[in-house]
């Protein structure tokens, strides 16, 4: 059971490159949520998903899209990389809405710099 | 939207030491959980606690709705209670969809 798998792990970009961050949780999920953590700061939710097909958007969508194909996989797309997308971005899910108590499970993370 | 303030910011201490850290917000909220990031970076889920108290091993938690604050306590701390605590509200629809995080505070466990 590797619970959330995030890749890569590290990545350097070029201003205008584009990637995609990879997502797989094998805990048959039904949530999956991006976040971004800015240097000292706490993380700020860019997309979830409620189930495979269905997406919205977080506090910090903009420069972002996300796609949620099947329940375990949930990729984050960088469009145009700016400078302001370098942070860490977490992947995170769980079997209920986090409002309920639901144990949250957060992959290790991906550190991005755009230069 | 809601402000998430947590204090203090820093906090070292003696390992065997208690501590206190406070999370306050702006608004009423459905949903509150404290995370511990480990210096590589994990996140872990120590508790969800929208109100009332709870206890898991040298750690507990107590939310004061009403009063639009929550504690979390650590007592005879270790070297790996090390890393940031962070205190998130959820708001919103859909049961909190939207987690808030505050600043976190940074704990370092001197030997």
């Known amino acids: 059971n590797a619970g959330v798998t995030q890749t890569p792990k590290f990545r350097i970009l070029k201003i205008g490159q584009s990637m995609t961050l990879q997502c797989t949780q094998d805990?048959?999920?039904?949530?999956m949520y991006w976040y971004r953590q800015d240097p000292g700061m706490g993380l700020k939710l860019i997309y979830y998903?409620?189930?495979?097909?269905?997406?919205d958007k977080g506090e910090v969508p903009n420069g972002y899209n996300v796609s949620r194909s099947t329940t375990e996989d949930f990729p984050l797309r960088l469009e145009l990389a700016a400078p302001s997308q370098t942070s860490v971005y977490f992947c995170?899910?769980?079997?209920?809405?986090?409002?309920?108590?639901?144990?949250?499970?957060f992959g290790e993370g991906s550190w991005l710099t755009v230069v | 939207g809601i402000q998430v303030e947590q204090s203090p910011p820093d906090l070292i201490l003696q390992e065997g030491a208690n501590s206190t850290l406070r999370c306050n917000f702006s608004?009423?909220?459905?949903?509150l959980q404290w995370f511990h990031q480990n210096p590589w970076g994990q996140l872990i889920n120590l508790f969800y606690?929208?109100?009332g108290t709870k206890q898991n091993g040298r750690l507990s938690a107590t939310t004061v709705a009403t009063e639009r604050y929550s504690l979390l306590y650590i007592s005879s701390s270790q070297t790996t209670d090390s890393g940031v605590y962070f205190c998130?509200?959820?708001?919103?629809?859909?049961?909190?969809?939207?987690?808030?995080f505050g600043p976190g505070t940074r704990l370092s466990v001197l030997p």
């Open positions: 606690i929208p109100s």
């Open positions: 995170a899910s769980s079997y209920f809405p986090t409002g309920t108590g639901n144990t949250i499970y």
């Open positions: 608004d009423s909220v459905n949903n």
């Open positions: 998130a509200v959820g708001v919103g629809d859909n049961y909190g969809q939207n987690f808030v």
């Open positions: 805990m048959n999920h039904n949530y």
């Open positions: 998903s409620v189930g495979a097909g269905i997406t």
